[in-house]
């Protein structure tokens, strides 16, 4: 009788359970987004080099580049590599100026940055921004909480 109990009320949890781990999966990637632009930030200063964190949002990926030589290369590192948004996740990257839609976000050498909100949004609806509000600030995440606040 207990068994059957708690197989019903984990059946009646599950579907509220899914939505709090979808949600979850969006709140973790725009953490690994800002982490990728204070590396970018870092190595663009100490190796003198431009960085761009690309955006595609067409595959909703993001991946790290450098300049070399004119063109942007892959890092041959595991901060190279393509990450994938999770799945129902869509990106869309802009411009505070005018808001028109980027599809990469370069830092200088001098540390400075573009300006720029990143924003994920989830299967679920939340809304995660990564957000950049001037060219010598930080990147950092504003969640659907916080939004409402501001």
């Known amino acids: 009788m207990v068994l059957g109990l708690i197989g019903v009320l984990l059946a009646?949890?599950?579907?509220?359970?899914?939505?709090?781990?979808?949600?979850?999966?969006?709140?973790?990637?725009?953490?690994?987004?800002?982490?990728?632009?204070?590396?970018a930030r870092s190595r663009a200063a100490a190796q003198g080099a431009v960085y761009r964190l690309n955006i595609d949002?067409?595959?909703?990926?993001?991946?790290?580049?450098?300049q070399q030589g004119g063109t942007f290369v892959d890092l041959n590192c595991e901060f190279g590599r393509r990450f994938q948004l999770p799945e129902g996740t869509t990106v869309a990257v802009q411009s505070p100026q005018g808001g028109a839609l980027l599809s990469y976000v370069e830092f200088q050498p001098s540390g400075r940055t573009d300006?720029?909100?990143i924003e994920l949004r989830g299967r679920q609806g939340e809304v995660f921004e990564v957000t950049c509000e001037s060219a010598t600030d930080a990147f950092h995440?504003?969640?659907?909480?916080?939004a409402q606040r501001l």
Do not use: C, H, K
């Open 141 to 146: 995440v504003v969640s659907p909480s916080e």
């Open 115 to 117: 300006e720029a909100t």
């Open 12 to 39: 009646l949890a599950a579907p509220s359970l899914r939505g709090f781990f979808a949600s979850r999966q969006t709140a973790d990637a725009a953490a690994q987004m800002v982490a990728l632009t204070q590396l």
């Open 57 to 66: 949002a067409q595959t909703n990926t993001y991946w790290l580049t450098v």
